[in-house]
């Protein structure tokens, strides 16, 4: 209970800081797994307002020639991740979040929207960079070749307040100041384009990047 009550108190914390109403909620502790407790997580649904969804930014792009670009720094953040779960790793420290940095993010996406600079823009969360990479590609079935540093961090950490970006080349000057005016670090990881996703000497294509991203579900169940 201290866990989920640390939790909470932290989520006010930050809904304060950042102005973000909370209007309701359920609780329950009862969603246990025979005598296995359910973990103290609390998980909050937030709604976002655009004024005109016609000029919203899409979470991933449809053509090849785009630069990618990662805003916001990666850390050591493995803690409470998809790759500790996967391992069965329950111990670490949590990631910090740098509110103040994440609402100077914020006003960058929303100028980015504003300036059209973006052509696609996604959040880097659960799954880290691996995840938005795999979801960006598939999602109009257009590939991407990306070259990282420290590759199995790089991939999996979860720290908080980064988004990937594409970008016509075009925009670079423009983007670069913008990430410089919000003080949001900024680094082009890759280009668009191609039938698969290449991840420095890794190749996969998009069929079976799908196939592995599809069928896992159907493996749980049966």
Same mark, same amino acid.
């Given at each position: 209970m201290w866990q989920f009550a640390e939790s909470v108190r932290g989520l006010a914390d930050g809904c304060l800081?950042?102005?973000? *109403? @909370?209007?309701?909620? %359920? $609780? &329950?502790?009862? %969603? /246990?797994?025979? +005598? $296995? +407790?359910?973990? *103290?997580? *609390? @998980?909050i649904g937030v #709604?976002? $307002?655009i004024d005109d969804v016609r000029t919203r930014t899409p979470m991933s792009?449809?053509? &090849?020639?785009?630069? #990618?670009? #990662? #805003?916001?720094?990666?850390? %050591?953040?493995?803690?409470? &991740?998809?790759? +500790?779960?996967?391992? %069965? /790793?329950?111990?670490?420290?949590? *990631?910090? +979040?740098?509110?103040?940095?994440?609402m100077r993010l914020i006003d960058l996406l929303v100028a980015g929207r504003t300036k059209k600079i973006f052509s696609a823009a996604h959040d880097l969360s659960q799954g880290g960079l691996a995840a938005t990479l795999t979801e960006m590609v598939l999602r109009y079935n257009t590939g991407a070749t990306v070259q990282l540093d420290n590759v199995g961090l790089a991939l999996l950490s979860e720290t908080p307040g980064r988004v990937v970006v594409a970008i016509d080349p075009a925009q670079t000057a423009a983007l670069t100041t913008e990430a410089a005016s919000q003080k949001i670090a900024l680094k082009k990881i890759g280009t668009t384009g191609g039938d698969s996703l290449v991840i420095n000497d890794a190749k996969i294509s998009l069929v079976e990047l799908r196939k592995a991203h599809t069928e896992t579900f159907p493996k749980l169940f049966g």
């Open positions: 800081e950042m102005g973000l *109403p @909370v209007t309701g909620g %359920n $609780v &329950s502790f009862y %969603n /246990q797994t025979g +005598a $296995v +407790a359910i973990l *103290p997580t *609390p @998980v #709604l976002g $307002v792009f449809d053509r &090849s020639g785009l630069d #990618l670009y #990662l #805003l916001g720094e990666t850390e %050591n953040d493995l803690a409470g &991740s998809e790759w +500790a779960y996967m391992h %069965n /790793q329950r111990g670490g420290i949590a *990631p910090t +979040a740098d509110l103040q940095r994440e």
